[in-house]
Every structure is written in C-alpha cells, then in structure tokens.
C-alpha cells in the first residue's frame, strides 16, 4: 500500500479530532478529539519516515521513536487534564468547557 494513503487517513482523522474540539462542549469528549489529533500525527510521521526511509532502517525507527514519544506526551497530557476535570466536576457538577472561564478567585 503506498504511504500517500496513510497521509490521507492521518488527515481525515486529524480533521475529525479538530472539528470535535471546536464544536463539542463537553471536555472529555473534547480530549478525545485532541487524542484523535494526536494519533493522526503519529500515524503521518511513521507513514513518513517508512517513505524516505524506505532504504534506510535508522530512519524507519527514528519515526517510530519521535510516534512514541507523542504517545508519552499525550499519555500525560490526559493524566493532567482528567485530574483537571474531576477537579472542576466536584466542584461545579459539570464539565462544560465554557463554565471554567467564569471562575474567579
């Protein structure tokens, strides 16, 4: 299968994640639509590291690596965010993503 295609894919799926973030109100779905956007991301990096990499194998697993590290990246970056939202959730009884703006104080 050519690489192209799984540019194509990882753009669909990107579109997807970003369309969720900016019409959804909800913030776990929200982070679902960054989740979305993140393995968008790693999909295009390791399609483009298997196409100029094709001869070369270091190439090929340094795509893989820096894929890997945006999944440790998003990895924490859901930790942090789901502490944030139960944290708001006890206190307000909703995960509305426009309510947090209104705190003050």
């Known amino acids: 299968m050519n690489p192209i295609n799984y540019v194509y894919l990882a753009t669909i799926l990107f579109s997807?994640?970003?369309?969720?973030?900016?019409?959804?109100?909800?913030?776990?779905v929200a982070f679902m639509g960054v989740e979305l956007m993140l393995?968008?991301?790693?999909l295009?990096?390791?399609?483009?590291?298997?196409?100029?990499?094709?001869?070369?194998?270091?190439?090929q697993i340094s795509g893989h690596v820096?894929?890997?590290l945006v999944m440790v990246v998003a990895a924490a970056e859901v930790?942090?965010?789901l502490a944030i939202i139960i944290a708001?959730?006890?206190?307000r009884r909703s995960i509305n993503i426009d309510e947090p703006?209104?705190?003050?104080g």
């Open 101 to 104: 703006a209104e705190l003050r």
């Open 88 to 91: 708001i959730f006890r206190t």
């Open 39 to 42: 393995n968008a991301a790693n």
């Open 44 to 59: 295009a990096i390791v399609a483009f590291a298997r196409k100029w990499g094709a001869f070369d194998v270091d190439a």
């Open 16 to 28: 997807i994640g970003a369309a969720t973030v900016i019409l959804r109100r909800n913030a776990i």
């Open 66 to 68: 820096y894929a890997f």
């Open 79 to 81: 930790v942090v965010g």
